[in-house]
């Protein structure tokens, strides 16, 4: 089969590094792709969100089948683009990516089908939101812009002030667009935090391992919130009996509720989840693979994730046995300096062979451009290396020997992954 994965990133360089290891795949091609990928499928320059090139291109090329990995793709319909072309895609419809693209769907959804999430309230006007958190008085409490914001549209405010100039930064100053027409007002919940994906074809859920991120920029959990700077799998918190608890309570529930709606979901679904004292809880969904959470999981995958997701796009995941390895595997995530706020661009990375890798683990470019058989920074987020072992001590150990022989100007990492 020839394929298409829709994407640059980390997250996509797992992709192709898994279905490269499918007898399937005959040929991979990735749109736009980066300097990392470039060493594993032939990468075409055309913009993620270009849905006339990338169907052009898929006819032309003659894909069988294309895989859209980001959320902004997903939601302005990609999907359904490729479909309506007769190229058959994985990934949710924009109908069902409104899971992720709309936080006020999503949380009204959860509360009409009774799926467990912090308490919330909808604002469509700055004047009602402040005058119901000043009523409320309880702080810290979250508020979160309604759409897409490149994962930056919440803001935990700890007291009035901070609450006040959010809600209008966000709905009156419009730092995030139009996706701060709206904005939800939640409870702020404490609790370990667990992320796990799902394949789902809209019939039958069936979860991946789970993996834990680590969203802010600093050891300690210090500093802004990032894209992720790390991550493990499986989680350390997400026992048996708790993974039980949410099939019951959150996965099926929710699967069930977009059918209900009209807006079956496929493709891969994102639980991020908050273990609270009082049982687990959404904190958002993701219409996709998460990242770098799939640099964890996938290399632990065992079946081959082509026929996985083929069994997703033709409803037949009930049928396809997934087999995991029970090894751990950790994810250290190599940033420019200044991410996530100003970072330079175009600096030479050193330490890594023809193609991007190093010994001891697995490198997954982010944003990286090759040039002339050398490698250089083009993003925030550069490199993922990645490592597995018997035991998460062992690969975080792997992991971060690979990190220490790679190196470019101000490159910045945290050093207590896992920990
Ligand atoms: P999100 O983009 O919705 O995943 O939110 C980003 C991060 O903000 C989450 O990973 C949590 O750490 C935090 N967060 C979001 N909602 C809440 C909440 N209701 N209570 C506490 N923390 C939250
Ligand atoms: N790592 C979080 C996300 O993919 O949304």
Redesign the pocket.
């Known amino acids: 089969m020839k394929l298409l994965v829709i994407g640059g990133g980390g997250r996509e360089h797992a992709i192709i590094r898994k279905l490269s290891e499918s007898p399937k795949a005959e040929k991979i091609y990735c749109a736009p792709g980066n300097g990392g990928i470039s060493c594993d499928a032939q990468c075409v320059p055309i913009d993620a969100m270009d849905k006339e090139a990338m169907v052009a291109f898929a006819k032309a090329h003659h894909i069988d089948f294309a895989v859209v990995a980001p959320d902004d793709p997903l939601a302005a319909g990609m999907v359904d683009a490729m479909e309506e072309a007769g190229i058959p895609a994985f990934g949710p419809t924009a109908a069902a990516a409104v899971i992720e693209s709309s936080?006020v769907f999503s949380k009204n959804l959860m509360k009409r089908y009774g799926i467990p999430t912090?308490g919330?309230e909808v604002f469509e006007d700055s004047g009602a939101a402040i005058a119901y958190i000043e009523k409320n008085n309880t702080f810290?409490v979250?508020v979160?812009a309604d759409g897409l914001a490149l994962?930056k549209?919440?803001i935990?405010a700890e007291d009035l002030q901070a609450a006040k100039s959010a809600v209008q930064s966000i709905m009156e100053d419009k730092i995030f667009g139009q996706s701060g027409n709206k904005i939800v007002v939640?409870?702020?919940?404490?609790g370990p935090?667990v992320s796990v994906l799902a394949f789902t074809d809209g019939k039958t859920l069936k979860p991946m391992v789970s993996s834990k991120?680590h969203?802010r920029a600093l050891d300690n959990d210090k500093g802004l919130?990032t894209g992720g700077m790390g991550t493990v799998s499986p989680n350390p918190y997400y026992t048996d009996e708790i993974a039980r608890e949410c099939m019951e309570t959150i996965f099926l529930p929710t699967v069930a509720a977009m059918n209900k709606e009209g807006r079956p979901f496929k493709g891969c679904l994102y639980f991020?989840l908050?273990l609270t004292e009082s049982g687990p809880k959404v904190?958002?969904y993701n219409c996709r693979f998460g990242d770098p959470e799939t640099q964890v999981v996938l290399p632990r995958l065992k079946s081959d994730l082509l026929e996985i997701m083929l069994a997703v796009r033709n409803e037949r995941l009930a049928e396809t046995d997934i087999v995991w390895s029970n090894e751990a595997a950790a994810c250290v995530v190599m940033a420019s300096g200044g991410y996530p706020a100003k970072y330079e661009k175009g600096l030479e990375i050193t330490g890594l062979d023809e193609n991007g890798q190093t010994g001891g683990a697995t490198v997954y470019h982010a944003g990286t451009k090759k040039e002339n058989g050398k490698f250089y920074t083009s993003g925030g987020r550069v490199l993922g290396v990645t490592a597995t072992d018997a035991t998460l001590e062992g690969a975080l150990k792997k992991a971060y020997s690979a990190v220490s022989g790679i190196h470019f100007e101000g490159a910045h990492y945290r050093t207590d992954i896992g920990k």
């Open positions: 936080k912090a919330y810290p979250v979160k994962g549209g919440v935990i939640e409870e702020f919940i404490t935090e991120d969203k919130n991020g908050m904190i958002e």
